[in-house]
């Protein structure tokens, strides 16, 4: 009798094992897929970031997108900072900013800040290499005061 239970343990164990092999054979085969994030409108998200608060506080994300050949700035719904004179949307070297004093050497101005809330989208001008910044910025030229940034991750 001892036999026999030794006997169907030692066949359960080869079938466990045998399986086991054959479900790893098949996992290493599968063809492996790099997914693209895309928007609900189906442009790609090239890299995207949260706004952090500066000089004010300032909420939601910024994303660059490419859509029909052409790159964009994009703020999502959650998107809102306070509102202030001369605003303006940049592009920054750095990946953290300063609240006041940013160097014109340091960024790129992409356009005026459209609205202190809410999705809108800034076209980047194509002599514009996004890669050389890591941060979005909302920038009150005025007063060079950084009123929020997002730092901007692949």
């Not at 079938?15 to 098949?26: D, R, T």
């Not at 920054?92 to 809330?117: C, F, M, N, Q």
């Not at 999705?119 to 002599?127: D, H, L, R, S, T």
Request: include cysteine.
């Amino acid at each position: 009798m001892k036999f026999k239970y030794v006997a169907v343990l030692g066949i359960v164990a080869l079938l466990s094992v045998g399986c086991a092999n054959v479900a790893s054979q098949k996992s290493e085969i599968q063809p492996q897929t790099q997914t693209v994030a895309q928007t609900s409108d189906g442009a790609s998200i090239e890299a995207s970031g949260t706004f952090v608060d500066a000089e004010h506080p300032t909420d939601g994300t910024a994303s660059i997108i490419t859509e029909n050949g052409k790159k964009y700035i994009q703020f999502d719904d959650q998107f809102k900072s306070d509102n202030g004179p001369d605003l303006f949307v940049i592009l920054h070297k750095d990946d953290k900013l300063p609240i006041t004093g940013i160097k014109k050497e340091d960024y790129v101005t992409i356009a005026r800040l459209k609205s202190t809330s809410g999705v809108q989208k800034y076209e980047i001008p194509e002599n514009v290499d996004f890669t050389k910044y890591k941060s979005v910025a909302i920038w009150c030229r005025a007063f060079n005061a950084t009123f929020g940034y997002a730092v901007l991750k692949a």
